[in-house]
């Protein structure tokens, strides 16, 4: 597990260092900044995925919750001028509740996470849509909306999720990194501290050997969906006032595949049973950096998803390479340890 | 019978290892032509190996072959297969949705312009079935046949391939006893022909009556041959066990104290028109016998909640009780050691603590969080309990051998106090040294007052470990006996669907 992040990690410093000689500006602070507040957007959403993915599921509905939370927190705060903790409260039940029915239509209609999930991407887009008027909106009120008059505490709530800490002199921390921080370590935890995560991990490598070790399996994998939806609905409101402007049709558009992509790259499987929340946070800053390289760099930015197609197809091979050798060397302690005690036996019977 | 002088196919010293375990330490084996001999050995003993490596399923890691004297390479079934050499698989391979013409020329149909020439197909597939006594229409639905003729229809199949020498692994262990007599008289006539057999049973009976020649497997190795004239079961018994037979199934009986689990008319899904009712008491070793697909497996997995019960009642120390899923059975102490352990029983790729610690996590969790220490000593104790031999307890399960797996499922579950163990095939599969510590162990479980029900088609090992057994034939009870009315004849008697004569 910790060589796989070791993986990863060294991957991290050799773009880092690439992109940094290519052009020292990537350097500056503000370009820092910026690179640590999207790999964080980016790595909360791709936790979350995480935790369906080690259970060998798949939620392909990510960046329409995104999208969703995002469109229903502006209106909620800006149209009907709704309590803005409320409505965040609201916003994150909601995606609470559309990680559960994605959960019970897997574990009790016994449907596919592929398409339950698939379904929930076309629906939750479609709503942001229907429900805006496909127009464009922000959690900010402006003066004349309903919400105007809670327009402080939303600023707080905009200095929150999306401002920036001075640290020292020049460099500022955004405030995602923090909620990152926080998800990261909790995620970890649960997942190598809990009985529950030892659960996920046993059930993603063989549910119905977890079920007869008498696991509850069915109630763990609506867990994982849950939490993965519950991330996707805290990016959301990230997003929502980092962007200022939610665009129903587009705001969360395609994260799903850079959440995958992230937790892929970071040492998950899709067949399950493996991953860990440090890989798949580095791996979101890998896939940050390496857009914002080919922006600086100067390479055409058509050629951006086939750059990092190609950087996560290299690095998953690279890794079924690591796992390979890892398995000879158990495999090779194995037979070494046959050997030694069939010749015990056969001496022990001489002696006898 | 006559023999050509040389051998119609020779093995020499093959050595085949498996992670943590040596399966075949360099054995031989010879088979005239028309000759049947049969290949015998306790499970784990190497046999399924040497099969799987003769029909060129996997390769072996040395060794010589000789067909006609010749020596031979083979490294995949094709090569197997233009040698002459076709395994009939213990588990039927036929396509249930095609038709018997089909199914025996699948992959090579007579073609004519590039079509499948559909007259010579049913006319040279009629031809081969009736070589093996089936006057069927080619043209029947394979799935639509009982079991016993899809196997004679495998064995047609083999024939059209102009196969040499038929392997049959366990062919009679879900047949009746008149699909049975069919089969041999199948062989027989084959024999006849000139073609040759190796037959692996597990029911010396059979291979008394088929055999011209015995060879016996002990741990990886030739334990002996027995000729005609010297095949008697205990002979056999002799060389396969290595010992007297009492030696090795070292059983006290126990005074059975009160009834741990009572069934009384519950249904499982697979057979929904049959009732069973038993009972297994503390103390107790229980055995269930039968025909393979007698319904034995699903009523274990229905005492343990995978598939929930239809109807009837369940009682657990007195107390009802309706599992609706395993959680629900551990919770009850139930605990079930399943037949197919990479599927079941493990989490293979996870290590021996974790998968030792998997059942007891719950219960040592504080707030949720893992007892790691506790966890540890859990795996520590079932290694040195058990003898479970491996590097570490950080090594992945699924680079054990299959006795050490099992070892982890017991472990794992003793870590839990199980008031009922059940185990499905406990030995299936494994090496004779573990296969031993495991029968000690359920004596010694069975000492400190825990019920024990176990399901096994290994004659010797019902009959050796039992104190009570069942019989079952087509999901119900056909029978119950005692410790002094076991014989194997008993056995088969009821798990064909005979009865006891009176």
Redesign the interface.
Known sequence: MKKNVFGIFGLLVAVFVITAIADPNFLSAYNMQNTVKWSSLYGVMSIGVAFVIITGGIDLSIGSVVGLVAVVLSFLTKIHGLDPIAAIGLTLLMSVGIGLIHGLLITKAKLQPFVVTLCGLLIYRSLSRWLTDNQSLGPVPLEGDPGFENLEQILMLDFIFSGQIAIGGFFKLPTPALFLLVLAIAGSIFLR????G??L??LG??E?????????TDRMKIIAYVLCSFFAGIAGILFAFELGSVQPAQTGEFYELFAIAAAVLGGCSLRG?EGSVLGVIIAAAVIRIIFNSINIVGISTHLEFGILGLVILLGVIGDEILKKKM?QR??A???????E??EK?KSNEKLE | MAFDSGFLLEVKDLKKSFPGVLALKGVSLTLGKGEVISLIGENGAGKSTLMKILAGVQPADSGDYFIDGKKVEFKNVRDAMDLGIALIHQELNLASNLDLASNIFLGREPRKKGFIDEQELHSEATRHLQRVGLNLPSDTIAGSLPIGKQQLVEIAKALSCDARVLIMDEPTSSLSQKETETLFDVVKGLRDEGISVIYISHRLGEVKELSDRVTVFRDGENAGDLAKDEITHDNMVRLMVGRELSEFYDRDIHQAGECVLKAINVVSPTYPDTPVSIEVRAGEIVGIAGLVGAGRTELLQTFFGVTPSLGGELEVQGVSFSPRSPADAVQAGLALAPEDRKLHGLVLPMTVRENASLPSLERDQKLGLLDHSKEKMIADEAVAQMKIKTPSIEQAARFLSGGNQQKIVLGKWLAMNPKLLMLDEPTRGIDIGAKREIYKLMEQLAGKGIAILFVSSEMEEVLGMADRFYVMHEGKISGELKKNEMSEESIMQLATGGSLAA
Request: positive net charge.
């Open positions: 501290k809990t009985i529950w030892r659960y991990y046993a490598n063989n119905e050997g977890a079920r007869y070790s008498g696991i509850d049973g398995a158990q495999v302690a194995s037979e070494k340890l046959a050997v005690l069939s036996s």
